[in-house]
């Protein structure tokens, strides 16, 4: 899973699925079955598993003489847009890409690299009576990530990189639509520095804690590991 990966992260594989797949299912889990994915490095095979999803995902019969395919029982229910939003461009800039394709004065956001069991409902439930721009899941551990500084469950500051133990982002957003006036589509525009920043520094973002799982999947042994702790939604 370093830089020469012959896949993106997304489609890293935990217990037969990528990424990806567990992180829509949690979602789906929810109620929210409409996804936008912006794509970069290797999108051709994210792209590619999503228009053969039935193939990969459900069980089928084909009638050979016909090459009729047909789609036996339930199969997953969800609506993917996917963007071409570049090879180089940062996290900011493809939300920013992607804007077009938003619907509502409300909308969420992930990476593609890890997983959790957050419930979304809460999430958003949080979001919505917070009343602020934006929220972020909060995660307790010590790291290597930027620390959060939060009162009352709203962020007043976010320090570098640190050993110590803290609140760290873990990803799992809601943002109104008013932010992606936050947000520049020049493809160097990072969603965790100028834009999180500035609605830090306007008081407009608050943070929902998650205390249960949470799975950074960088490396070879954090796959591993999420092999043998997930729990398939």
């Not at 847009?81 to 077009?100: C, D, F, H, P």
């Not at 009352?152 to 932010?179: C, L, M, P, Q, W």
């Amino acid at each position: 899973m370093q830089s020469g990966q012959h896949h993106p992260k997304p489609m890293s594989c935990v217990k037969g699925r990528p990424l990806i797949y567990h992180i829509m299912k949690t979602y789906e889990k929810y109620g929210f079955n409409d996804f936008i994915l912006p794509l970069g490095y290797k999108g051709d095979m994210i792209r590619d598993y999503f228009l053969n999803y039935e193939l990969n995902n459900c069980n089928i019969m084909k009638e050979t003489a016909t090459n009729k395919i047909t789609v036996l029982g339930n199969c997953d229910d969800f609506k993917v847009t996917m963007v071409n939003t570049g090879l180089e461009t940062m996290t900011g800039a493809r939300i920013k890409r992607v804007s077009q394709y938003i619907d509502g004065d409300v909308f969420m956001v992930t990476y593609g690299d890890g997983l959790a069991d957050v419930d979304i409902q809460k999430l958003l439930a949080f979001h919505k009576a917070k009343g602020k721009i934006g929220t972020l899941t909060g995660i307790k551990k010590k790291s290597q990530y930027g620390i959060l500084e939060i009162k009352n469950d709203i962020a007043i500051s976010f320090k570098e990189k640190t050993t110590t133990e803290g609140i760290i982002n873990g990803g799992y957003f809601v943002f109104n639509r008013e932010f992606l006036d936050y947000l520049d589509s020049k493809e160097g525009c990072v969603l965790e520095q100028e834009p999180i920043r500035a609605l830090i520094k306007n008081k407009e973002l608050a943070v929902y804690m998650h205390d249960g799982l949470w799975l950074s999947v960088d490396t070879p042994k954090d796959l591993e590991y999420a092999n043998q702790v997930w729990e398939e939604v």
